[in-house]
């Protein structure tokens, strides 16, 4: 079965939901703005971008998983606009224009949502719903990811773009050595790409891509089996051990300090996509399981995740010996999230996942 494309599966569930909470739109006289034509194509045009990386059940899948999305998003809207957190009359809505806008595509837009719907009331009134769309095979969900140093700096040093020589001078010698290592594996995978190691790998990539060209070629089991056997450990490991002690030990300092932690928990917010924007998760178990739409504002996980993201909480990160996966605790007063995991990557970006 073909390599799947991260995040392709998604991609093509947030085209349909918005094609089909459009449809309904139209059908209802609702529909200001893209049109249902307009949704159709860009869909069209992500699954022949992604098709050869994504088996045709699978296609299917996040058909059906994008058609539930947008039935749910409208059925709500019109039945019961309170549970998609509107706090509009329901008796409002027939007499509004809505439009939809698909923002999903757009990974460095800093925000969370894959899908804007605005609101537009009778009397003029804008009302701007961002939504968080995801189509998994369970309950676990992504609360994206972002790579290692951009994360540590956002959180510890009040900004993402830290230059390597100030991010090593900052964390001291476990940052060094962060840098190090980051310099390392990347020089190591430009080698592999480079060696005939790579060419069984890039001939049968090319066969099924049509390009030498590798999608998140540093993220690659083969670059990273390259890397084990001449240095015999695996980077991610590394990078997991390093992203916990630093982590832990600048949270320690952070909270010895006394200082105002607000900016901490503003970035924090941001490492987990605003987790008080309405999420919703198609869970689609196989290609021909009944789709189930479970929502963030009914999620014990994600109530008890917003309680606790706020001044006043403490963290801890644990890492798993031998492994790229961490421990995450979080705690306010008498309320612990302890649904959180977060994954480290070979090339060090990290992945915070809720058990939802």
């Known amino acids: 079965m073909p390599v799947q494309q991260k995040g392709a599966n998604g991609l093509i569930a947030e085209y349909v939901a918005c094609e089909r909470l459009t449809k309904l739109l139209e059908t209802s006289n609702l529909l200001s703005g893209p049109t249902t034509d307009h949704f159709a194509e860009l869909r069209m045009a992500a699954e022949k971008r992604v098709g050869n990386e994504l088996p045709g059940e699978l296609i299917d899948?996040?058909?059906r998983q994008g058609s539930a999305l947008g039935d749910y998003l409208f059925n709500n809207l019109v039945e019961a606009p309170s549970a998609l957190g509107l706090s509009v009359d329901?008796?409002?809505i027939p007499k509004s224009r809505v439009a939809v806008q698909h923002v999903g595509h757009n990974t460095n837009s800093g925000v969370p949502e894959d899908i804007l719907i605005e609101i537009v009331l009778e009397d003029g009134t804008s009302i701007q719903l961002p939504v968080s769309s995801k189509a998994y095979k369970g309950g676990t969900v992504s609360l994206g990811s972002k790579s290692s140093t951009a994360a540590l700096g956002r959180l510890f040093v009040g900004h993402e773009r830290i230059k390597k020589k100030?991010?090593?001078?900052?964390?001291?010698?476990?940052?060094?050595?962060m840098v190090r290592v980051l310099g390392l594996f990347r020089k190591?995978?430009?080698?592999f790409y480079s060696s005939d190691a790579s060419r069984q790998f890039l001939d049968e990539y090319e066969q099924r891509k049509g390009t030498r060209k590798v999608n998140n070629p540093l993220r690659r089991k083969e670059?990273?089996?390259?890397?084990?056997?001449k240095y015999g450990f695996y980077?991610?490991?590394?990078?997991?051990?390093?992203?916990?002690?630093?982590?832990?030990?600048?949270?320690?300092?952070?909270?010895?300090s006394g200082k105002d932690d607000l900016l901490f928990v503003k970035q924090l917010r941001f490492l987990f996509?605003?987790?008080?924007?309405?999420?919703?998760?198609?869970?689609?178990?196989t290609s021909t399981s009944e789709v189930v739409v479970h929502s963030s504002l009914e999620n014990k996980a994600y109530k008890d995740l917003n309680f606790v993201l706020h001044p006043g909480l403490n963290m801890n990160l644990m890492r798993k010996a031998?492994?790229?996966i961490v421990g995450v605790e979080i705690n306010r007063e008498t309320t612990s999230c302890s649904a959180l995991s977060l994954a480290v990557w070979k090339d060090a970006t990290i992945q915070f996942k809720l058990h939802a």
Do not use: Q, W
């Not at 670059?223 to 056997?229: R, T």
């Open 322 to 324: 031998g492994s790229s």
């Open 90 to 92: 329901v008796g409002a």
């Open 61 to 63: 899948r996040a058909r």
């Open 166 to 177: 100030d991010f090593a001078i900052h964390f001291g010698a476990l940052g060094e050595e």
């Open 188 to 191: 190591t995978a430009d080698e």
């Open 223 to 229: 670059v990273g089996d390259y890397f084990f056997d």
């Open 273 to 285: 996509a605003n987790p008080e924007i309405l999420a919703l998760n198609a869970v689609a178990e």
């Open 235 to 256: 980077s991610e490991h590394r990078f997991a051990d390093l992203f916990c002690e630093i982590f832990n030990s600048s949270f320690l300092v952070m909270k010895k």
